[in-house]
């Protein structure tokens, strides 16, 4: 079975970073691409980032690049999200999610709150 | 990348069908197969009900289905019932691996 478990949320305050994880089982997580979606208290989803299964290839939306950095370690079958220079407006849940004929599987999300 | 227009809200009786549409543009939802649909409940992660526009994945029940005109896509759901109100989003590849959301619709069982 198929299980995403994201960590690393909590209160943070505004101009500082993060890195949140997502731990993978039940697939073989190295040869799939992930996702990053985030969803704003009570607004709808956003797509964030996609990474290559072999990790050198990402693609990010054009509201967090530069801000936001994709990476994975398929040894320990974890996907991070390094987020910096924490705005407000970053205050959301973020979810990880596979990739396998389209966004098939997500985790529970880990919900980050950005405030001063 | 903005986000696809969703009506904010549809509304129907058990045993009717309701249909929800998702409009972007040639960049997005006219210019690939890669349409998905979701169902997101209170409290929970999103759902898989369709993909590449029409396709069910197994245990998806047959009266959800998709399909695609142009640049918008619709989710209709056939025989509604209660447990079918919830959020659903369209979401579709955009190029160059990127992804885009629609901005959701709320179905309510009246």
């Known amino acids: 079975e198929v299980h995403l478990v994201e960590s690393g949320g909590g209160s943070f305050q505004p101009g500082g970073s993060l890195r949140l994880s997502c731990v993978a089982s039940g697939f073989n997580f190295g040869i799939y691409w992930m996702h990053w979606v985030r969803q704003a208290p009570g607004k709808g989803l956003m797509w964030l980032s996609r990474i290559e299964g072999e990790g050198p290839t990402t693609a990010y939306a054009d509201s967090v690049k530069g801000r936001f950095t994709a990476s994975r370690d398929n040894s320990k079958n974890t996907l991070y999200l390094q987020i910096n220079s924490l705005r407000v407006e970053d205050t959301a849940v973020y979810y990880c999610?596979?990739?396998?004929?389209?966004?098939?599987?997500w985790g529970q999300g880990t919900l980050v709150t950005v405030s001063s | 990348q903005s986000a696809l227009t969703q009506p904010r809200s549809v509304s129907g009786s058990p045993g009717q069908s309701v249909t929800i549409s998702c409009t972007g543009t040639d960049s997005d939802v006219g210019g690939y197969d890669y349409v998905s649909w979701y169902r997101q409940n209170p409290g929970k992660a999103p759902k898989l009900l369709i993909y590449d526009v029409y396709e069910r994945p197994s245990g998806v029940p047959h009266r959800f289905s998709g399909s695609k005109s142009g640049n918008t896509a619709s989710l209709t759901i056939s025989g509604l019932q209660a447990e079918d109100e919830a959020d659903y989003y369209c979401h579709s590849y955009a190029g160059e691996y990127t992804s885009v959301f629609g901005t959701g619709t709320t179905v309510t069982v009246l």
């Open positions: 999610a596979r990739h396998g004929a389209t966004i098939d599987y």
